[in-house]
């Protein structure tokens, strides 16, 4: 009898191990693949909002490039570039010169110097623009093709600007593209902006570049607060060395993600993340925005700081990222 008890105690036991070790393999299962639909809902929603601020930056450059081909600024530019080039190479360079020196040593904004380029039928055609779409623009200005404004919304620190690395992106040795300067903050209009900068092409020949100085800050602000009325978890623009672009309730460029998120944005693909808590994971999807990888025609970063900026971006992409708790059970 006690054989017997003893025996069927040992199978009731094990019988018990046995339903709680597949109880569990179950739960484990069962989470896990919870645990993977909700990575995939995260990439899916990650990669949706990729690409609508890859629109939305795309439509700033089709404005940008409508506006550069009016013949109003056209035909401002072919007498400006007449103008230059009447003269040799070596007199060209010292009255850029000297009109720059002018320029720049000129406080007073109403002098009719300052007054000239700001005031011509271009620049007020230039405002307009600006007053069509209030609060999106800081500086829109248009230089002819030795780097010299012709035309502008407001009194800029320079006037010759074939140095400026913004301007050599786009001018790219005669054959032009579009530069997206990913400025950070810019002094002039005292917030993020993005420069969205335009060869201006007469035939083959660019003639002119225009710049509009976009603020960026209010758009990727929208984005975010929308995503927040309709998901739980965070959502940030994040560059490819860690700067966060955007995040709600958070100044540009102030923080940074953390480590665990470094290796993946630097291989500038679509992937998704999982960060192990003791009582809860954090999940994570990456989405690079498709306009900021760069392209033959299209480039995007500029120079950490100049005159007029700082924080800037040196070859970063941006990234869409998304976190969300996951909790595990344990």
């Known amino acids: 009898m006690k054989l017997q008890y003893k025996a069927s105690s040992i199978m009731t036991l094990s019988g018990l191990v046995i339903v709680l070790l597949l109880s569990l393999g179950y739960n484990i299962y069962n989470y896990r693949i919870y645990q993977a639909r909700e990575l995939q809902r995260l990439l899916n929603t990650s990669q949706e909002i990729s690409q609508h601020i890859d629109s939305l930056i795309e439509e700033k450059v089709r404005i940008a ?84 404004i012709i035309a502008t919304t407001g009194k800029l620190t320079t006037l010759a600007h074939s140095n400026k690395y913004w301007w050599l992106g786009c001018f790219n040795d005669g054959e032009g593209r579009v530069f997206l300067d990913d400025r950070g903050f810019d002094a002039s209009v005292e917030g993020y902006v993005l420069g969205v900068v335009i060869p201006i092409k ?112 040196a070859g970063e992409s941006w990234h869409v990222v998304i976190s969300n708790i996951f909790h595990n059970g344990r």
């Open 202 to 313: 007469y035939g083959d020949e660019i003639i002119g570049i225009l710049k509009s100085n976009v603020n960026i800050e209010g758009i990727l602000t929208q984005v975010i607060n929308d995503f927040s009325q309709r998901n739980s978890g965070k959502l940030r623009i994040v560059r490819t060395g860690g700067s966060i672009v955007s995040e709600q309730g958070v100044d540009p460029l102030s923080t940074s993600v953390s480590e665990d998120f470094i290796d993946e944005l630097r291989k500038k693909e679509n992937s998704t993340l999982i960060l192990d808590g003791d009582n809860e994971d954090r999940l994570a999807a990456l989405a690079p925005i498709p306009i900021t990888m760069g392209s033959e025609k299209i480039y995007f970063g500029g120079t950490e700081s100049s005159i007029d900026h700082s924080s800037g971006n």
């Open 65 to 148: 490039s409508t506006l550069s081909s009016s013949p109003i600024i056209k035909d401002a530019l072919l007498t400006s570039n007449s103008d230059f080039a009447a003269f040799s190479d070596d007199q060209r360079m010292q009255e850029i010169d000297r009109l720059n020196e002018q320029w720049k040593t000129t406080t007073n904004i109403n002098d009719p110097f300052i007054q000239d380029k700001m005031t011509n039928p271009v620049a007020e055609f230039l405002k307009q623009q600006q007053f069509v779409i209030p609060g999106e623009y800081g500086e829109i200005f248009i230089t002819n093709r030795y780097g010299v």
